[in-house]
């Protein structure tokens, strides 16, 4: 009860999201209108994405100190996740992309940039099947981490920026800070935020304990 | 007679909270329940894998 109190936090607040994310007073914009609430639910993605793949990078760097198996596979199902956010933060984003940019995968370097990255990680994980023995795939495994990490993050966060952009915040676009988020919509998004995060990061932990039980029985036979 | 009709089912109190504003609310009601279910999934999860871990400890 007394570790868990973090789980009963990312429910309320994941609950108060979905309430007050449509209750909630929202600035009225053209084009946008209420899809203005999408920040909400698509833009946590991207955060979890990002903070998932620093766990798992943290933990990446923390199997090659040490060479415990126990770190490779807090990276592995970390990264897990975080893929699994990107592609919902990709799906939502082109749904949201259809109604308001009027193509649902514009040629947007934003979104050229994600896509690559994601590649690079999906070869993360089959850099990891094509290994027998798991000492040798998880450090592999854990170099190739870093190094994706290192080339998605710039991909990301840096190269749009330097062109043109739909998105906000890039290529001379506001950031949603600027103009578009009122106080109204930051006491929804901030909450809006950790709550989605912090639920990546409890159905990380769930897959992780699985596999540290998986592991301790194969060890036992 | 029409009119009187039409004020008169106006000014008549009915629960109309969830029929309010295109009807948002029943939206809020249906992603409340999944949300809801959902987080309790996981819980229900996170007991389970309690107990294996517990298990394997003994």
Same mark, same amino acid.
């Given at each position: 009860?007394?570790?868990?109190?973090?789980?009963?936090l990312?429910?309320?607040?994941?609950?108060?999201?979905?309430?007050?994310?449509?209750? *909630?007073? /929202?600035?009225?914009?053209?084009?946008?209108?209420?899809? !203005?609430?999408?920040?909400?639910?698509?833009?946590?993605?991207?955060?979890?994405?990002?903070?998932?793949?620093?766990?798992?990078?943290?933990?990446?760097?923390?199997?090659?100190?040490?060479? $415990?198996?126990?770190?490779?596979?807090?990276?592995?199902?970390?990264?897990?996740?975080?893929? #699994?956010?990107?592609?919902? +933060?990709?799906?939502? *984003?082109?749904?949201?992309?259809?109604?308001?940019?009027?193509?649902?995968?514009?040629?947007?370097?934003?979104?050229?940039?994600?896509?690559? *990255?994601m #590649?690079?990680?999906?070869?993360?994980?089959?850099?990891?099947?094509?290994f027998?023995?798991?000492?040798?795939?998880?450090?592999?495994s &854990?170099?190739?981490n870093?190094?994706?990490?290192?080339?998605?993050?710039?991909?990301?966060?840096?190269?749009?920026?330097?062109?043109?952009?739909?998105?906000?915040?890039? +290529? *001379?676009?506001?950031?949603?800070?600027?103009?578009?988020?009122?106080?109204?919509?930051?006491?929804v998004?901030?909450? &809006?935020?950790?709550?989605?995060?912090?639920?990546?990061?409890?159905?990380?932990?769930?897959?992780?304990?699985?596999?540290?039980?998986?592991?301790? !029985?194969?060890?036992?036979? | 007679?029409?009119?009187?009709?039409? #004020?008169?089912?106006?000014?008549?109190?009915?629960?109309?909270t969830?029929?309010?504003?295109?009807? !948002?609310y029943?939206?809020?009601?249906?992603?409340?329940?999944?949300?809801?279910? #959902?987080? &309790?999934?996981?819980? /229900?999860?996170? $007991?389970?894998?309690? $107990?294996?871990? $517990?298990?394997?400890?003994?």
């Open positions: 009860m007394r570790k868990n109190w973090w789980k009963y990312t429910s309320l607040l994941v609950v108060y999201v979905v309430i007050y994310g449509f209750l *909630g007073i /929202v600035p009225r914009q053209p084009i946008l209108n209420e899809t !203005i609430r999408n920040v909400y639910f698509h833009v946590p993605m991207w955060f979890g994405m990002m903070t998932l793949m620093i766990a798992s990078l943290i933990y990446s760097i923390k199997y090659l100190r040490n060479g $415990k198996i126990s770190d490779d596979i807090y990276a592995v199902e970390f990264a897990n996740v975080a893929i #699994l956010f990107g592609i919902l +933060g990709f799906i939502t *984003g082109s749904i949201w992309g259809n109604y308001t940019w009027g193509d649902p995968l514009p040629k947007d370097p934003k979104l050229i940039a994600v896509e690559v *990255g #590649l690079i990680y999906s070869a993360y994980f089959v850099l990891r099947g094509s027998e023995d798991e000492q040798k795939k998880a450090r592999l &854990a170099v190739y870093i190094f994706a990490f290192a080339a998605f993050m710039p991909l990301v966060w840096i190269l749009p920026r330097l062109t043109d952009s739909l998105h906000p915040g890039n +290529g *001379g676009n506001p950031a949603f800070g600027k103009y578009d988020m009122d106080s109204a919509m930051r006491i998004f901030y909450p &809006a935020v950790i709550a989605w995060t912090l639920l990546g990061l409890w159905i990380g932990t769930l897959r992780i304990r699985v596999n540290l039980v998986k592991n301790s !029985i194969l060890d036992r036979k | 007679m029409k009119i009187a009709n039409i #004020l008169l089912q106006q000014t008549v109190e009915m629960a109309d969830f029929r309010a504003d295109g009807k !948002i029943v939206v809020v009601a249906v992603l409340s329940v999944i949300t809801i279910s #959902l987080l &309790a999934y996981l819980f /229900v999860l996170d $007991k389970k894998i309690s $107990k294996l871990e $517990k298990e394997i400890k003994k």
